[in-house]
């Protein structure tokens, strides 16, 4: 059993910075996919940015040379630096766990839907 725990989230200026955080429990001994996700209102979760066990990074296009995922290999914990920060980042941000699709492409939408364990969430709003 694995328990994530999510923080950093706050409301920022667009071209503003955020880190936000995913404090792992449990079972933190397992190599596993972990990931970040977001959901806008009465949309589907879906990846922005994802790090296999052996820290290789994928990120969807749309956060492509502003975000930047990183794991902590001794603990599991699992971060998203996020930098210039538009309106559109704007939603709840998830920190999820464990699915079998792997990161092949779609990995980002069916990960949305089956990975086996998730947080709480984190609200980033981005305005002016």
């Known amino acids: 059993q694995v328990h994530l725990v999510e923080s950093g989230g706050d409301s920022v200026q667009p071209g503003g910075s955020l880190r936000l955080s995913c404090i792992v429990s449990g079972d933190t001994s397992s190599r596993y996919l972990m990931g970040w996700f977001r959901q806008y209102p009465g949309k589907q979760r879906e990846g922005v940015a994802a790090?296999?066990?052996?820290?290789?990074?994928t990120y969807v296009d749309s956060v492509k040379g502003r975000f930047t995922i990183s794991k902590d290999n001794a603990k599991n914990n699992l971060y998203l630096q996020m930098n210039n920060l538009k309106p559109e980042d704007t939603a709840m941000y998830f920190c999820?766990?464990?699915?079998?699709?792997?990161?092949?492409?779609?990995?980002?939408?069916?990960?949305?839907?089956?990975?086996?364990?998730w947080g709480q969430g984190t609200q980033v709003t981005v305005s002016s």
């Open positions: 999820a766990a464990d699915w079998a699709f792997g990161l092949r492409p779609g990995w980002s939408v069916v990960a949305g839907l089956r990975a086996k364990y």
């Open positions: 790090i296999d066990s052996d820290g290789t990074p």
